[in-house]
């Protein structure tokens, strides 16, 4: 089983709709997780941390459920500049700086 | 502020040749890591470097030989690269602060091919 799962996708999403991704990770001890965004042919950039009590950044909503072992994205009002891939990212403990990706999730926005 | 510098930016090679990938941050940043990204397979580390001085294996290490040259650098070096290295290289560097925003900064890659 993969440290990290997502759906790879691709999601093709009209314009102004919303969407949700899910991701599920495997070592219950995990301690940190993230989301990055990845545009095609670019370098992964942190989008948000994910906290257990859920984050919102503007249309973002990041949720954590360390009980079922998920992570979730949520976006609202979507535009086309979020056309990405979204990497689903794990920290596995405080000693390590090491983190996990899934392999993401495709994103387009329609016009 | 370049944040995190790579090169090559592209590379061909031919089987059995070798190579070295350079990385440089001027973050001050303690540890450092070199991933490759294959399609389907996510990122994947192959070394990291906890603090100047120190390396250790990633996930797929066979094949790879890393320096941590000092603070700022850290190389990879590929002895006798093999179609199977094709794909591309991110270098990373991190610092782990309590109560901030942590994440990686990513160079802008180095797609290598191995013919």
Redesign the interface.
Known sequence: RKEVEQDPGPFNVPEGATVAFNCTYSNSASQSFFWYRQDCRKEPKLLMSVYSSGNEDGRFTAQLNRASQYISLLIRDSKLSDSATYLCVVKLDFGNEKLTFGTGTRLTIIP | NAGVTQTPKFQVLKTGQSMTLQCAQDMNHN?M?W?RQDP????R?IY?S?SEGTTDK?EVPNGYNVSRLNKREFSLRLESAAPSQTSVY?CAS?E?RAGG????T????TRLTVV
Request: glycine share 28%; no cysteine; net charge neutral.
């Open positions: 540890s890591y991933y389907g397979m996510g990122l580390l990291y906890a990633g991110f991190s782990w925003n942590y994440g990686y990513f160079g802008s890659g």
